[in-house]
Every structure is written in C-alpha cells, then in structure tokens.
C-alpha cells in the first residue's frame, strides 16, 4: 500500500496556492452571475471594435448563394483597385486630351460573383452596418438627454414621421428616389413640428420636448393609417406595409452615396460632444453650474440626431428596438460614460443589424423584415434587462 507524500514546507514559507482556482475564485467571487464574471475576462474596450470587421467579411460570403471565402475577398481587392485604376484613367484622359489607359488586375473569377459581391451584397451591408450603428449613437445621445433608459431614436416622432413621407411617396409615386427624400424631408418635419410645440408652450423642460413628440408622433400614426386607407388594396397597399416593416432588400451603390454624409456627419459630430452629454445626464442645473449652454446643447443633440436617424429610416423602413438595447448592452460593458458609450454604441449596433440582416436574407425562402427580427430578439433581451434590474441609465 502506497502513501501519498506530503508536501514539506518550511518554518516561515507559506503554501503553494494552486493558482487557476484563486483566479476563478476570485473572478466568481460575492456570488457575481456567471455573465459578469465572463464579461470581466474579456477586453471589451479593445477586441469589441474588431467585431463588425469580422462581420462585414464574413457576411460578403454568407447567404444564400455561399461563395468561397478567399474568392470573395480577392474579388473585393482586385474589384475595388480596378474600379480605382479605371477612374485615374478617366481622370488622366479628360486632364491630357487624349486617352490613357493605366493596367489593372487579371479577373480570374465569372462576372456573376463580382456582380452578387459588388451590387447586392456590399451595399447592403454596408447600409446595415450604417443603419445600426448611427441608430445605436442616435439612442444613447437621446437617452442621455432625457435621462431615461426607455428612450429610443424615435422618441420626438422621427420614424412616424418618415413612415408618412415614405407612403405618400408610394401612394403618388413609387420611385424609390421619392420615396426616400419624402421620407427624410417628414421625418426632419416630424421633430421640427414637436419642437416648435415645446417653444411655444414657453419652457425648455425636456418633458414638455417629449411630450411633443409624442403628440406628433400620434399625429403622424393617424395620418399613415389614413394613408394605408385609401391605398390600392392590391399593389400599393402590400407596399407601405413592407416599406414600415423595414428591410435592405432594395439598397443600391446610389443609396449609400445618398444617405452616407448625413449619417457620418451627425454621428461624428455626437461624438465629439459625448463628453457634454455626461453633463445633461446629469441634470441641467448642474450642467449650468459646470458652465454648459443647456439650450445650445439640447438643439445640438436633437438635430444631428434627427438627421442620423431620418438618414438611417428613409432607407431602412422603420427598424425598432436597436436604438434602445444595444446602448443598455454597451453601458454593461463599458459602463454609463458617454465617452466610451457612445462608439461602443456604435460599433455594437453595427454588428447588431448586420447579424439581424444575415439572418432575415438567409433564414426563409422569402426574407423575413428586420424591424420583425429586431423585436423579437429585442423585447425578450430588454424583459432580460428588466428582471435584472439593469435598466437604470447610470447602472
């Protein structure tokens, strides 16, 4: 019979701890849920942004129609530095007066595969990742704003408004051209109308501002119900219903040029102010005190707002939910400062949409709205916030 040897410590020396147990001991320690714990281990601050880069390849070669990875990402090269060597070569030939044609790439792959990546799938991930992250920065400004964490995008009757401008183009038009600037110009309108709503009454409170939007928003619900009422039952009708369900089936290369700067531009500008939202969160005596022009913000942060997201619906439909979850999931990661929330925000609603997208265009034969998918991941994920009481806007 054999006997285990026991470890000799010496006078003075302290035992050896086995070190993996001390580290789950300690990462698991006061009885953290097993989701906190997971999150403390991973590097949020860095890794995150490396997430819609992976997504945004990943989805060029995903789908319906699967192409090889390695194919697809030489077509997207090769593809993008002959469009780049044919438009020098536009350019040295109108500057010189006569023609010059510079070399470009071999194409060793069928028309058809550049077509699928550079017409249909490019453009519309580009537009979800556009969608998603400018809805995401939209939400948490304005839930910084009104400090309330039930605050989404459309909370001054952006998307009501949109939605109207969208069926009325579809109702009188139907090109996609009008359908987008009409929906933009209501949208812009919408929030315009709930402003001056909360000016007239004399007060800068954000309560009567919200009050307003809702007011408006009603307003602009009627008015598309109105329009749904005297629509073609048989063609325009179907329409609407499908525009106001959302969807990126229909984005084009003439799309992302349209609505691009808009979007890129009140997102950069929310972001250089993030720091200031931190002073409306809270309150705006305080931000007073801290010498911050709360009207001047306030107006700030409502318009480059609006026209992210007018921006985002006109060419999206009316997408709900990402605007109010993904900034709760970017405050369990990196916390309630805006200067880290708000490109978190953006990068996860990026990632958010584009997942939601992938899974609409690939999951049923006849592709599956998002603002469908949106709701059904958002509401049981924010029921999940709820009975963990995670909702609080500074939490």
Not at 57 to 62: A, N, P, R
Not at 267 to 286: T, Y
Not at 377 to 392: D, E, M, Q, S
């Amino acid at each position: 019979m054999t006997h285990r040897k026991e470890p000799i410590i010496e006078i003075g020396q302290e035992p050896r701890k086995n070190v993996a147990i001390g580290f789950w001991r300690s990462v698991f320690r006061d009885g953290t849920p097993a989701h906190e714990a997971v999150l403390r281990l991973i590097p949020a601050g860095k890794a995150i942004y490396l997430l819609p880069i992976i997504l945004f390849f990943f989805s060029l070669f995903f789908g319906r129609y699967v192409m090889d990875p390695v194919e697809t990402f030489r077509i997207l090269t090769v593809g993008t530095a002959n469009a780049f060597l044919d438009g020098a070569s536009s350019l040295l030939s109108t500057v010189s007066g006569h023609q010059v044609l510079l070399p470009s790439f071999e194409q060793t792959w069928e028309a058809s595969k550049q077509t699928v990546v550079f017409r249909i799938r490019l453009p519309r991930v580009i537009a979800a990742m556009l969608v998603g992250g400018g809805l995401s920065i939209a939400g948490a400004s304005f839930q910084g704003l009104f400090k309330n964490p039930l605050v989404s995008p459309d909370i001054l009757g952006v998307s009501a408004g949109a939605g109207f401008g969208a069926a009325v183009g579809i109702l009188l038009s139907g090109n996609p051209m009008v359908i987008q600037i009409s929906a933009f110009f209501f949208g812009i309108l919408a929030v315009a109308v709930a402003y001056g709503i909360g000016h007239t009454v004399g007060k800068s409170s954000t309560l009567v501002l919200v009050l307003g939007g809702i007011i408006v928003g009603s307003l602009f619900s009627a008015f598309i119900s109105l329009t749904k009422y005297v629509a073609d039952p048989y063609d325009t009708l179907p329409a609407i219903v499908f525009w106001l369900m959302g969807s990126l089936s229909a984005v084009s290369n003439a799309d992302i040029t349209a609505v691009a700067p808009p979007i890129l531009l009140g997102s950069i500008c929310l972001f250089l102010i993030r720091w200031r939202i931190n002073l409306l969160a809270v309150g705006e005596e305080e931000a007073r005190a801290l010498g911050v022009d709360t009207k001047r913000m306030t107006i700030v942060l409502v318009i480059a707002s609006t026209i992210v997201t007018a921006s985002a619906v006109c060419i999206s439909g009316i997408i709900g939910w990402v605007g109010l979850v993904v900034p709760h999931i970017g405050r369990m990661l990196v916390g309630p400062d805006f200067r880290k929330l708000i490109p978190v925000s953006a990068v996860l609603g990026a990632s958010f949409l584009l997942v939601v997208d992938d899974i609409a265009r690939t999951l049923t034969a006849a592709e599956i709205p998002l603002g469908i998918l949106t709701a059904l991941i958002g509401a049981p994920f924010f029921a999940y916030l709820l009975t963990r009481k995670k909702v609080g806007w500074i939490s």
